[in-house]
């Protein structure tokens, strides 16, 4: 038995659908056999092409529609991330202030006289008592807090890119990349650079040999030109992210650049993209 056959016994469980199948496809057999015998100018026929032709362009925009809202949905998902990934920093650097706040806060000393009478000082006479009060030395001033190390500042990483911005890069540079494309790399060069420059961070005595010769080499890749600067090379990409580092990768930091979130040193035969 054939799939079709297969097919309709198991839609077919009584005589009524039998026959309603059977009448349906009768009927589009009937039909196909009008079109085919209809001359090419009948009106009937014109109007009934238009009618499909309308109803495909409908059809068309709202898939159109649909994609552009997808779009934006997934701007919006980046854009919360982005927003949940700030908040967790925050809340991180708030959470090392309450766990090394100083034993003893600066603040302003009560007066002195009211202190030595809270206390019941016997050098202390008030004004009733007609006896003049002994001099004492001023209270010593509290020892300043020990300054706390500063946090670090966050590691660099390089901003999402806006649906507006996207559909503004030229046709040229975008080909037939898409706009998820675009932000998949860049986080996973934000990775890269979470993970090169966690190690630049670290004492070199807590670093391992392999560790110590790749602090080496970040340092030494540095220039007067990125001093101040985050980047990173194709290799950082190769050791420290999923992407391939190849032509496709290259037009990607083409958009990039355009969209003014890289820009390229080059010396020494490396080739440096900053972090702007």
Request: glycine share 6%; proline share 6%.
């Amino acid at each position: 038995m054939s799939g079709e056959a297969v097919s309709a016994a198991v839609l077919v469980e009584s005589v009524e659908d039998l026959e309603l199948l059977v009448a349906t496809k009768v009927d589009a057999l009937r039909l196909a056999l009008q079109i085919r015998d209809v001359d090419a100018d009948d009106k009937w026929l014109v109007r009934m092409l238009h009618s499909v032709e309308s109803e495909l362009q409908e059809a068309e925009a709202f898939v159109q529609d649909m994609q552009q809202l997808q779009r934006q949905r997934n701007q919006i998902a980046l854009e919360v991330q982005a927003v949940m990934a700030q908040i967790t920093r925050n809340n991180e650097s708030l959470q090392h202030m309450l766990e090394n706040l100083p034993r003893h806060l600066p603040g302003k000393q009560p007066p002195l006289a009211a202190s030595m009478q809270a206390s019941g000082d016997p050098h202390f006479a008030g004004a009733q008592g007609g006896v003049q009060a002994t001099a004492v030395a001023p209270l010593q001033p509290a020892q300043p807090p020990k300054k706390e190390r500063p946090a670090p500042p966050p590691i660099p990483a390089i901003k999402i890119l806006t649906v507006s911005e996207f559909e503004a890069v030229p046709a040229y540079l975008k080909g037939r990349m898409a706009y998820e494309q675009v932000n998949g790399t860049v986080h996973e060069i934000n990775c890269a650079l979470a993970s090169k420059y966690t190690l630049l961070r670290q004492p070199k005595r807590s670093l391992g040999e392999a560790a110590v010769k790749r602090h080496r080499v970040y340092r030494e890749q540095e220039t007067p030109h990125t001093k101040g600067h985050s980047f990173f090379v194709d290799d950082d990409l190769r050791e420290n992210s999923k992407l391939r580092v190849d032509k496709r990768l290259f037009n990607l930091l083409g958009v990039l650049r355009h969209c003014q979130r890289l820009r390229e040193v080059r010396g020494g035969g490396l080739t440096r993209y900053v972090v702007l």
